[in-house]
């Protein structure tokens, strides 16, 4: 029987088969006919065999040892939070995110960091030219103690030169542009995605390098490659922001040694990028003084506080169907609450023009800013400001009653610290002590009452 000698992959999901056509996973995910690409099957590549298990025994778990140290702090206190306390010795970490955004600026200030705690850092860049890296690096302020730079994008070449180098992180920016030369197809691959994942997987944890990949997204929003790459590393960070925006956010979205749940906040500034320790005083920064349709909201990002400005401009609509704008909130759901605005509290903004913004470029996507969004329409609408030192927090329901949500007391501790003098809060949420004076609600009316009555 002949031997099968290549096989037709999707570039999207990794499918494979000997026949050539479409993909039948992703046609029946998304309805999408994605053509399979033609891969020679070459040796099976080395990487195949992750290290955590090559050559290892089954253990009493009681046997199993815990080694201790292997984490090291890069001193980025918002990057070691979002790794779950620091980088872990051997470990693959995987940093997504759209081209722009600032991931090869955030590598390059951990490698200077790391070059300071755990030299040598080698850094491969396969994207740019030593020079523009050297140039980023300059207008950085990185010296370059401890740290390699190298534009290569010849992984096996990297892997040659590990043994004289020993670095104790390797970036490698990024996994879509390093191939391996014995796989034909081209970088950016599938198969080439995946095999070099692999390769990187076992020499990371072969020789306990602490590894981060840069790695693209696409449109859609998904780090582009195989999701096999994903579920190979054992952490996944999304690099997120708006061009126009300085703010940056460093989101765990896989973390295997620490919690998903924790963010990383940035600002790009002409340095490079700068830690913000407290967002939101960085949103608030600009807030205007007893301006309508301006509230105050806090998100709760994972364990953190955020504390957010909704804007809301509600304007007689000039002609035509009137026009919803929503920026930084779910559009449906803004609809959804003017809606209710409108039928429960008896606000007649169904023929008015209503844009909303979360200021500075922050995102809203929690039902507990709900209430915010419908005060901050309202305000605008009745042209009365709501008082600068209080905060809205609650859910609203179809039928205008506001709903109790959760983690109340630290987002009332955020704007406690803050100077926020009260806060309007649903009326399940009244319960225990609480870090600022509250007045709870039941339902929207309520809440137009105790705010703009
Ligand atoms: P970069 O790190 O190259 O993004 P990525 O690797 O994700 O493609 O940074 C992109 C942008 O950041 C670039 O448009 C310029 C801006 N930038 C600053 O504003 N300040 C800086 O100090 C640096 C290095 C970049
Ligand atoms: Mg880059």
């Known amino acids: 029987m002949p031997r099968v000698t290549s096989v037709h992959r999707?570039?999207?999901?990794?499918?494979?088969?000997?026949?050539?056509?479409?993909?039948?996973?992703?046609?029946?995910?998304?309805?999408?006919?994605?053509?399979?690409?033609?891969?020679?099957?070459?040796?099976?590549?080395?990487?195949?065999?992750?290290?955590?298990?090559?050559?290892?025994?089954?253990?009493?778990?009681?046997?199993?040892?815990?080694e201790r140290g292997d984490r090291v702090l890069t001193g980025i206190a918002e990057l070691d939070r979002v790794l779950g306390g620091g980088v872990v010795r051997g470990s693959l970490v995987l940093i997504g995110g759209d081209p722009g955004v600032g991931k090869s600026t955030l590598v390059l200030q951990a490698a200077r960091a790391l070059a300071r705690v755990a030299p040598p850092v080698l850094?491969?860049?396969?994207?740019?030219?030593?020079?523009?890296?050297?140039?980023?690096?300059?207008?950085?302020?990185?010296?370059?103690?401890?740290?390699?730079?190298?534009?290569?994008?010849?992984?096996?070449?990297?892997?040659?030169?590990?043994?004289?180098?020993?670095?104790?992180?390797?970036?490698?920016?990024?996994?879509?542009?390093?191939?391996?030369?014995?796989?034909?197809?081209?970088?950016?691959?599938?198969?080439?995605?995946?095999?070099?994942?692999?390769?990187?997987?076992?020499?990371?944890?072969?020789?306990?390098?602490?590894?981060?990949?840069?790695?693209h997204v696409t449109k859609e929003g998904a780090l582009a490659g195989p999701r096999v790459l994903e579920h190979l590393v054992d952490t996944v960070l999304y690099f997120e922001g708006e061009h126009h925006h300085a703010y940056r956010v460093l989101r765990a979205v896989k973390n295997r040694f620490g919690s998903t749940n924790e963010i990383g906040v940035f600002e790009m500034a002409t340095g490079g990028l700068v830690e913000v320790p407290n967002p939101s005083g960085f949103f608030l920064a600009e807030r205007p003084a007893d301006a309508p349709?301006?509230?105050?909201?806090?998100?709760?990002?994972?364990?953190?506080?955020?504390?957010?400005?909704?804007?809301?401009?509600?304007?007689?609509?000039?002609?035509?169907?009137?026009?919803?704008?929503?920026?930084?909130?779910?559009?449906?759901?803004?609809?959804?609450?003017?809606?209710?605005?409108?039928?429960?509290?008896?606000?007649?903004?169904?023929?008015?023009?209503?844009?909303?913004?979360?200021?500075?470029?922050?995102?809203?996507?929690?039902?507990?800013?709900?209430?915010?969004?419908?005060?901050?329409?309202?305000?605008?609408?009745?042209?009365?400001?709501?008082?600068?030192?209080?905060?809205?927090?609650?859910?609203?329901?179809?039928?205008?009653?506001v709903r109790a949500v959760s983690g109340v007391e630290p987002r009332l501790r955020a704007a406690a610290q803050l100077g926020f003098r009260s806060a309007i809060v649903p009326r399940g949420n009244t319960e225990g002590a609480l870090p600022l004076p509250v007045k709870g609600v039941g339902s929207v009316s309520d809440a137009l009452g105790a705010l703009l009555g």
């Open 10 to 66: 999707c570039q999207q999901c990794g499918f494979a088969s000997p026949k050539p056509g479409t993909c039948p996973d992703c046609k029946r995910a998304s309805g999408e006919l994605v053509p399979l690409v033609e891969e020679r099957a070459g040796p099976v590549p080395s990487g195949r065999r992750a290290a955590v298990t090559a050559g290892t025994r089954p253990l009493p778990l009681k046997d199993v040892v815990m």
């Open 123 to 215: 850094y491969v860049s396969a994207e740019e030219s030593a020079a523009q890296v050297k140039m980023r690096a300059d207008r950085l302020g990185i010296g370059g103690d401890g740290l390699l730079l190298w534009a290569e994008s010849d992984l096996s070449a990297v892997q040659a030169e590990l043994g004289g180098v020993k670095p104790r992180t390797l970036i490698v920016d990024s996994i879509q542009t390093v191939f391996l030369p014995e796989l034909e197809s081209a970088p950016g691959s599938v198969a080439q995605v995946r095999e070099c994942g692999a390769r990187l997987m076992t020499l990371a944890k072969g020789r306990g390098i602490a590894t981060f990949l840069v790695g």
């Open 293 to 401: 349709g301006s509230v105050i909201v806090a998100a709760l990002e994972g364990t953190r506080p955020m504390l957010l400005e909704l804007q809301a401009l509600v304007a007689r609509a000039s002609f035509g169907t009137p026009r919803r704008t929503v920026l930084g909130a779910d559009y449906n759901r803004v609809c959804l609450l003017l809606a209710v605005l409108e039928k429960r509290a008896g606000l007649p903004i169904g023929s008015q023009d209503v844009f909303v913004n979360v200021a500075g470029g922050g995102r809203v996507v929690e039902p507990a800013a709900d209430l915010g969004i419908v005060i901050a329409a309202a305000s605008s609408y009745l042209e009365r400001p709501v008082a600068g030192d209080v905060l809205v927090l609650g859910e609203v329901g179809l039928t205008g009653e």
